[in-house]
């Protein structure tokens, strides 16, 4: 996995324990914090992956050489 993928990771499992935090301890701020933290992490990792799918280079295959003449 790549460092984004960890950081997004991480900050996905802080939004959820904010959220659950949150809910706990009956305060409605840090809860919908946490939510939209879930939600931000989820729309920064389809924007990161479809932006690597658009600027991802063709693999570019060998070049057969033309088949010599014999004489």
């Known amino acids: 996995m790549k ?6 990771l991480a ?7 904010l959220f ?3 809910a706990n ?3 409605a701020a840090i809860g919908y914090g946490g939510i ?3 939600i931000g992490v989820v ?3 389809l924007i ?3 932006y690597h799918e658009l600027t ?4 570019c295959e060998v070049p057969v050489p033309p088949p010599t003449q014999n004489p």
């Open 3 to 8: 460092k984004i993928d960890w950081l997004l």
């Open 11 to 17: 900050v996905f499992i802080a939004g959820f324990l």
């Open 20 to 22: 659950l935090v949150g």
């Open 25 to 27: 301890v009956w305060n």
């Open 36 to 38: 939209y933290m879930c």
């Open 43 to 45: 729309a920064a990792y």
């Open 48 to 50: 990161v992956y479809i």
């Open 56 to 59: 991802k280079k063709e693999t």
